[in-house]
C-alpha cells in the first residue's frame, strides 16, 4: 500500500483490503471513487494511450504508447534488429 491519506477526510490507503475485497467488501472504497478511477482510466484509453500517435497509421505498431515523451532509438533500428529486440521482450 502507498502511504499516507487517500483522500481528505483523513483515510489512509492501509484502510482499504486488496484485491476484490476493495471493490465488494465491507470495507470497500466508496462508489464515488470507485467511479472516478474508472472515468479517469476511460480518459486515459480514449485520449492518451491511442496506438496511432504521432502521426503513425493505425495497426502500424500495435502496443506503442510513447506518445513522444520516450525515445530510446527505435527508429534508427533496421527491421532485423526491431524483430530480434521484440521476441526478446516477448519471451520475457
Not at 462508489?31 to 476511460?42: C, D, E, K, M, Y
Not at 495497426?59 to 504508447?65: A, E, I, R, V, Y
Amino acid at each position: 500500500h502507498l502511504s499516507g491519506d487517500i483522500d481528505f477526510s483523513g483515510d489512509s490507503f492501509d484502510s482499504y483490503p486488496n484485491g476484490i475485497a476493495a471493490v465488494l467488501g465491507p470495507d470497500a472504497i466508496p462508489s464515488a471513487g470507485l467511479g472516478q478511477i474508472v472515468l479517469f482510466v476511460g480518459f486515459l484509453e480514449l485520449f492518451v494511450m491511442k496506438d496511432s500517435a504521432n502521426g503513425a497509421e493505425p495497426g502500424d505498431f500495435p502496443g506503442d504508447f510513447r506518445n513522444g515523451a520516450l525515445d530510446f532509438g527505435w527508429d534508427t533500428f533496421d527491421e532485423e534488429t526491431k524483430l530480434s529486440k521484440r521476441a526478446i521482450e516477448l519471451n520475457n
